[in-house]
């Protein structure tokens, strides 16, 4: 058994990439909030794919729509109306601000969408010379070169420059350094409304609703990204549901699919006007089969109860971290919202997630510090009892 582990494992670094630091685990099966490796053991997941796999692993929601479109229709490309995709638009706006959807593959795909509809519609409405989004510090947006380019931290961009120009940063949760960074080439801010790979920043309650007020009086869009926090991973469908403001874009991705790769952009129908016909495309943005099965996922977290569970357990969850935050002194404070959970530590948090790992929980931890909690929104309250006692068992030791 050994011996095959390592064989998949050096098969890996010897055929692949090495642009992932993976942990040393092949995994081959899941269910709910469990996975397995190839040697049989399992781990409780709260990583969920990075927040993508909101209705847990081998959802029978999912495979049901897989199977089902799979034998009608699985790809025709968009010079063809498709049912599914179709479908899935209605349910989004219907439950949204927007008006219109445009689909892609990805999260980068869908923030590369909303900037160039950011650049075009300031282009055909603003007059000349207004193309700078202003973004925030420790954003992430994805890895093509548009979104790392939108993409504040250092680690991401480094080595790729010339980078595409046009994007200014300033600190997020600051609505005053906004203020001063808008000029007259400024044509939209663009931001997490809780920031995921930067560490689980939630921003003050009125953040978002003075940053909405400062683009209406300056006349410039606001971009929502909501790849990570969208979904109903907050306990709403969309993050910034929870403050009372719609931006003009909002980007999704993660957890629409489930794990099947779809990333939308949605907006207003004043903006979508400034996409027609040849502006934008995708060949493989909102297949049949993608779109059936995102279309099952948004039903399922809107009609089964997901946002309430989410709530009640995320709760549940952050004052079970509380007790920890009093108990150990290196452990420096919750945040999060619903099910996306940050725990700031004072000491490195790696070491602490692979322990994690060899009692058989997959966690994660972003800038260094911070063990990041992303589990279906399925998760059990048993399962998050027996999580924070993991960790409990692990800081215990540490002092
Ligand atoms: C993950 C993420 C992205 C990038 O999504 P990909 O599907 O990896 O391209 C963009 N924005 C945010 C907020 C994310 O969390």
């Excluded at 685990?25 to 990583?47: A, H, K, M, N, P």
């Excluded at 049912?83 to 990805?106: M, T």
């Excluded at 979904?231 to 969309?238: C, D, H, S």
């Excluded at 099910?339 to 929980?361: A, R, S």
């Amino acid at each position: 058994m050994e011996e095959e582990k390592v064989s998949s494992i050096e098969q890996a670094d010897r055929y692949m990439f090495r642009t992932y630091s993976r942990f040393p685990i092949t995994l081959v099966r899941g269910e709910g909030c469990r996975v397995w490796d190839e040697e049989g053991r399992s781990y409780l997941d709260f990583v969920g794919g990075i927040a993508v796999c909101a209705l847990g692993h081998s959802s029978p929601i999912v495979t049901k729509a897989l199977e089902e479109q799979s034998r009608m229709l699985v790809h025709v490309s968009n010079l063809f109306y498709t049912k599914p995709q179709i479908e899935l638009a209605r349910l989004l706006v219907e439950n949204s601000f927007a008006d219109r959807v445009f689909f892609g593959n990805s999260g980068a795909e869908a923030n590369e969408a909303a900037i160039k509809l950011a650049r075009k519609y300031a282009r055909d409405n603003m007059g000349e010379g207004k193309f700078i989004i202003i973004c925030m510090e420790n954003s992430f947006h994805g890895r093509t070169m548009a979104t790392l380019s939108a993409t504040g931290q250092e680690k991401v961009r480094k080595g790729f420059d010339p980078l595409l120009g046009g994007f200014k940063f300033v600190p997020f949760n600051n609505v005053g350094a906004i203020a001063e960074a808008v000029d007259d080439t400024t044509c939209a801010v663009m931001l997490e409304p809780i920031q995921g790979e930067g560490g689980v920043v939630v921003p003050h309650e009125s953040y978002l609703r003075e940053v909405r007020d400062l683009c209406d009086e300056k006349g410039i869009l606001l971009i929502f990204d909501e790849v990570q926090v969208g979904m109903g991973r907050t306990g709403k469908l969309f993050a910034h549901e929870h403050y009372g403001v719609s931006p003009d874009i909002m980007t999704l991705a993660k957890a629409l699919g489930n794990g099947l790769p779809i990333g939308a952009m949605l907006a207003t129908e004043k903006l979508s006007e400034s996409f027609g016909p040849g502006t934008h495309a995708s060949t493989f943005g909102g297949t049949p089969l993608v779109t059936a099965v995102a279309g099952a996922v948004v039903k399922s977290i809107l009609e089964d109860g997901i946002l309430e569970r989410c709530t009640q357990m995320g709760a549940y969850f952050r004052e079970r971290l509380r007790g920890l935050v009093e108990r150990y002194g290196f452990v420096k404070e919750v945040r999060g919202l619903g099910l996306i959970i940050g725990l700031e530590l004072e000491v490195e948090g790696g070491p602490i997630v692979n322990k994690c790992l060899d009692q058989g929980f997959l966690i994660n931890c972003t800038q260094d510090k911070v063990l990041r909690f992303l589990p279906p929104l399925i998760v059990e309250q048993d399962e998050i009892d027996q999580m924070v006692d993991c960790l409990e068992g692990i800081f215990s030791q540490m002092e």
